[in-house]
């Protein structure tokens, strides 16, 4: 496995990441020994780094893992949507209970816009600090969607780390394209900062031209490690083959580039709107009483079903 430094923050992650978000209750749905399981033989592959979110759900996930892998050989960078000191602490202290852990290495805010995000967001931050300084957290970040989201935290030197959306179609980027995104990322990295993209597939999107995703992923020098979402043993071998330029065999080039996902909403969807005004990428919307998706738009993260009260939607 190819290891990099994670800008400045003194962190060794693996250039492939663990996305856990799809083997979550927001997407496959394994039980946590059944994710732990996969963690286990990701690292046993050489995989380090862990990328999860409170809004996730696999902490207990990651927590198993770390009763079968030793805490010190895993990076586990998280996320949450604080805004002040108490959700701050609670958020925290809910991603080290639940993990079973003492410290997170990363910990980030999730989906910040822009330089105006930030700021609504600077108690939180400040609580964050103020945990690093104890070593409770390692390093600090944001996760973004927008290039903005980027621009911003080169104004913010206590932002070690971005976490953006990367793919060579721009696909899920709010705000520009995929060059002014490169253009707004080498920027960060020459000060110094660490970036691990997320979505290099689109959320499965890209499936249909999947070498051509890792070719453009591995051919960007700005990004120390890239979160892939792991479902299954073959995706972790296909994922940990390409990065290091290893051979694949057809059948598993096939198993892997023919999964094709989607977002599905089921029958008993009472057309409420919490999904619709949920979802950034503006892929869902009400017509004759249920939310249905632009399929186009849609990057199959799931988080509309966080807030779905009916829990009829789904990524399969």
Known sequence: ?????LGNTGIKVSKLGFGSLTMGPLQRNLSAFEGASLIEYAFSRGVNFIDTAELYETYAHIGEALKRIPREHLVIASKCYAYSK????????????????DYIDLFMLHEQMDEWTIKGHYEAIETFLGLKSKGLIKAFG???HYISGVKAALKYPEI???HPI??????GIQDGSRVEMEAALRAFKARGGG???MK??????????IDECFDYILSQPYLDAIAFGMQSIEEIDYNVNRVMGLPI????????????????????CMGCGACVKKCDHKALMLSGGKAIVDRSKCVLCGYCSSVCPEFCIKVY
């Open 1 to 5: 496995m190819i290891y990099n430094d």
């Open 86 to 101: 108490e959700t701050a602490l609670t958020s925290f202290e809910k991603a080290l209970n639940e993990l079973g852990t």
């Open 200 to 209: 290099p597939l689109g959320g499965g999107n890209l499936l249909g031209n």
């Open 166 to 171: 990367t793919n060579r179609n721009g696909l």
């Open 160 to 162: 070690e780390v971005v």
């Open 195 to 197: 970036i691990f993209g």
């Open 142 to 144: 944001i996760s973004t």
């Open 249 to 268: 065999e057809d059948s598993l080039r096939i198993k892997v580039s023919t999964t094709e996902k989607a977002l599905q909403i089921a029958d008993w």
